[in-house]
């Protein structure tokens, strides 16, 4: 186990609003989550047990910390964004870990590229309701590909947006894939609140359905 500085203050603050004022759609928040989100997704990780665990997304690090404190000599941990600048602030925060600046769409690749197919579990803080609908269909498949039978996926959405078409056609979507609906926790240290999604992946294979929603204003 591994120590970890939290990483929330002034500095995280003002590059993840730099960064969603350059991109708002790709970043999709203003603020880091809280800690308790980022508690909240890692409680399904058995870091006891060998385990393979990529985050998406993983942005200033708040979600990364509880998940990076927890990890072992027989975890493999992998954590990828699209954004540079994140990048080098996780790769800083904790020089030991893998990150790698690409493109959620191409997961499977990249786990392959690493050989750490099948994965055993996903933590995303990817602003999915606010992606491109073909982007997100992609990223979804390349989800369902490397994660193993039994393997968990974990993403949050806010309280607010929990409604919103564009999150109920995702949550659908993503029961399809995973063979049957999320466990929710509500945390609502965080602001705004948050809803932790986590589907377990049914053992049998899971038939691909089409991310189709439209979006309106």
């Not at 390349?142 to 039978?149: A, E, F, G, Q």
Request: with cysteine; aromatic share 10%; proline share 9%.
């Amino acid at each position: 186990m591994r120590d970890a500085t939290s990483g929330t203050g002034l500095r995280e603050h003002m590059l993840l609003f730099s960064r969603f004022l350059r991109s708002p759609r790709t970043v999709g928040a203003l603020t880091p989550s809280s800690r308790a989100v980022g508690t909240a997704m890692a409680a399904d990780v058995d870091f006891r047990k060998p385990n393979r665990i990529v985050e998406l997304g993983p942005g200033t690090g708040a979600l990364t910390a509880p998940l990076v404190e927890r990890l072992g000599p027989h975890n493999e941990f992998l954590a990828v964004d699209i954004d540079p600048a994140f990048c080098e602030q996780i790769q800083r925060r904790w020089p030991w870990i893998n990150c790698v600046c690409a493109s959620a769409e191409r997961l499977d690749t990249i786990v392959a590229d690493r050989g750490m197919f099948p994965v055993y579990h996903i933590v995303s803080g990817l602003p999915f309701v606010s992606l491109p609908v073909p982007v997100t269909r992609q990223i979804l498949e390349s989800i369902t590909k490397v994660l193993r039978p039994g393997g968990t996926f974990t993403t949050f959405q806010y309280l607010h947006g929990y409604r919103f078409p564009s999150a109920v056609a995702f949550r659908r979507s993503m029961s399809a894939r995973m063979g049957g609906p999320p466990h929710v926790y509500l945390v609502l240290r965080n602001f705004p609140p948050a809803l932790v999604l986590t589907w377990n992946k049914r053992e049998e294979p899971v038939r691909s359905t089409k991310y189709d929603v439209q979006r309106t204003g």
